[in-house]
Nanobody, 124 residues
Framework: HVQLVESGGGSVQAGGSLRPSCAASETTYRTHCMGWFRQAPGKEREGVGTVDSDYSIRYTDSVKGRFTISKDGAKNTLFLQIDSLKPEDTAKYYC???????????????????WGQGTQVTVS
């Protein structure tokens, strides 16, 4: 069982930056696929991107350019750098993980066995 704990959300003004993180209880190499999702009030969950055990990163087209996913394998931690924040980025951000064998946002959305509790990002 993998525990995922997100932190690093907050309230910021438009144009600012945040860097939520997700600490995993298992080595991130073993959790073959990790990724970020977000869900705004009244909206469906939206995928942000994924990173696999080889550090290959994929982004959802709608977030390319302002979102950067990174992973620190030594610390078993996943990061999401969000720049030039907009009010429409307001959402709860979740990380998810699965042992694979595949790694893309559709696969993770349907099959992820492990989810964090989320961290709130509010942009005004």
């Amino acid at each position: 069982h993998v525990q995922l704990v997100e932190s690093g959300g907050g309230s910021v003004q438009a144009g600012g930056s945040l860097r939520p993180s997700c600490a995993a209880s298992e080595t991130t190499y073993r959790t073959h696929c990790m990724g970020w999702f977000r869900q705004a009030p009244g909206k469906e969950r939206e995928g942000v991107g994924t990173v696999d055990s080889d550090y290959s990163i994929r982004y959802t087209d709608s977030v390319k350019g302002r979102f950067t996913i990174s992973k620190d394998g030594a610390k078993n931690t996943l990061f999401l750098q969000i720049d030039s924040l907009k009010p429409e980025d307001t959402a709860k951000y979740y990380c998810a993980a699965d042992f694979g064998p595949y790694c893309n946002i559709d696969y993770l959305a349907r099959r992820a066995n492990f989810w964090g509790q989320g961290t709130q990002v509010t942009v005004s």
